[in-house]
């Protein structure tokens, strides 16, 4: 069940089901901030590439959902965090069809994609941290 | 449709000795609490026919219970098992045997209709019967008596807070069961001309589902000898690059099997997505939106539909 707190939504994620409620979840806060439309579904779409790869690789993990402004400007910011085995290669798993699980590989590159801001922070043994921010246009 | 009764499927709740342990941390429940216990147990066991009959007696009056009244069979069985949980109550080991005790109780009432939520009602009055009867004996000590009944009373919470985790568990077994039901239901292929099939595709496609979609429609395009698919994705709440593989899979799939697959009701913004996530949709024929899909495999199945001028429809 998604938590909200002061810093926002906290949507654990352990199997599929938890990967629409963190969609749904990101998608109703991006609307709250003033989103509309494409931008919603690009939102809703790259939560779901990051938390697939929490559910694939990671088993389980949460994902933090957040309404940020900086310089007069608004936006959501999206944190996923896991302690699965980590990316030994990030460059790699940063590239188009790579992909260690049998999938498209479009995860990570493509998260990027969709998203205004990507940081990826990874260490193996340790976990994964990825950070990505959407801002409205003004 | 199929029957709808889960309970054939239903597993017994069982707790473990942790989740045992770790009710007993809540209530606080500690080695001191033992001899306290024991101290009250001649006390209960004098009176535990009286007090099981006072349970039952306050049960009566709800209307809510009248369910276990009308089945006289198991209302003695019911009273006979409630007499032996007041007795282990006040035994001083709560480990699985008790809690199955418990266990067997509730699958009981449940057998009945009755509802659980009356439980905490008249257990209340019954450790008030108990704390009443506990402090009549107290003599010249009644702190140490009251000690002694409070040390009973965190048994009373220990259980409650099992049968709270036993509805919890049970809630949950629903729902998985109900889940497991509406995946069944919901990938349907229906055959609309010779040839020509429609799967439509409503909800979330999980990997789980979009396996059982795929076999599905493989069986059926074998069966139907189908040469055209239209597979309507209106209904799909979200697609995501996992989803686009499965569907793009099940294409490559029908294709082996001699059936083009024509995928409808991508929305703009799903499209716009996909194609910023970087998936390759060019594998894919696709089309607006069902009607349209249905067009074009009509006629590339030599299909021609025409309307009769004198439609009763039209005139009307």
Known sequence: ?138 | MADLDFSAHRQAVHLTDEDIARHKRFVGLEAADLPRIAAVRPIVMERVDELTTMFFDFLRGLDVATPLFRRGDLLDEAKRMKREHLIAMVGGVYDRAYVELQLELGLLYSKVGLDTRVFPGAFYHLMNTVGAIVMANAGDDPQKAFQNFMAVKKIGFLDIGLMIDIMAAEREQTISIQQEAIRELSTPVLQIRDGLLILPIIGTLDSFRAKQLTDSLLRAIRANRAKMVVMDITGVAAVDSRVANHLIQTVAASRLMGATVIVTGLSGDVAQALVSLGVDLGTLNTVGDLQGGLELAERRLGYRIARQADSSLETA
């Open chain 1, 1 to 138: 069940m998604p938590v909200m707190g002061d810093d926002g939504i906290t949507v654990t994620i352990a199997n599929e089901s938890d990967i629409v409620t963190a969609r749904q979840m990101g998608r109703a806060l991006s609307e709250q901030v003033g989103f509309q439309g494409s931008d919603l579904t690009i939102i809703a779409t790259a939560i779901s590439e990051i938390a697939r790869n929490i559910v694939t690789y990671a088993q389980r993990g949460e994902i933090v959902l957040r309404p940020v402004t900086a310089n007069s400007r608004r936006g959501v910011v999206v944190v996923a965090r896991d302690d699965g085995p980590g990316i030994p290669d990030i460059a790699r798993a940063m590239q188009d069809g790579y992909s260690t699980g049998k999938t498209l590989g479009l995860g990570l590159p493509g998260a990027r994609r969709l998203m205004d801001e990507f940081e990826i922070q990874s260490e193996v043994g340790v976990g994964t941290i990825v950070t990505m921010r959407k801002w409205l246009r003004r």
